[in-house]
């Protein structure tokens, strides 16, 4: 940060190519929202996906929302799919979602990981990062 800032001051033109480089390394994916039409396309492809199945009267579920938002920023290469089970029945049964929140780690369309109830985001970051590649 300081070497950019003495870039700007000194007017050095390499400043927008390092700034450039910069913005595009960490550029992330905002959270989708995904349906049982959708789930295929969004879900079920290339990558690494974290889907968080919840409904809008749930505790937890509101609890664990700001922390899938700062884990979205954190991990790049992740990413976080939500898909509202009340709305979206015939996905929460295929994957024998019980209860909520449930989270599961798709990597390259395949489930891999599945986290029941609210976890820490060091909690979460733990099992996402082992499927990153």
Known sequence: ????????????????????????????????NVSDQSFKAEVES??????????PWCGPCKMI???LEELNTELAGLKIAKLNV?????????????????LIVFKNGEPVDKIIGFQSKD???NV???HLS
Do not use: Q
């Open 46 to 55: 290339d990558g690494t996906v974290l889907v968080d199945f919840w409904a």
């Open 86 to 102: 009340d709305d979206n029945p015939e996905s929460a049964s295929r994957f024998g979602v019980m209860s909520i929140p449930t």
């Open 1 to 32: 940060m300081i070497l950019l800032l003495f870039m700007v001051y000194f007017g050095d033109e390499s400043i927008y190519s390092t700034l450039s480089v910069l913005k595009k390394e960490s550029v992330f994916v905002a959270i989708v």
């Open 123 to 125: 909690a979460l970051k």
């Open 65 to 67: 929302a700001p922390v």
């Open 128 to 130: 996402v990062n082992r």
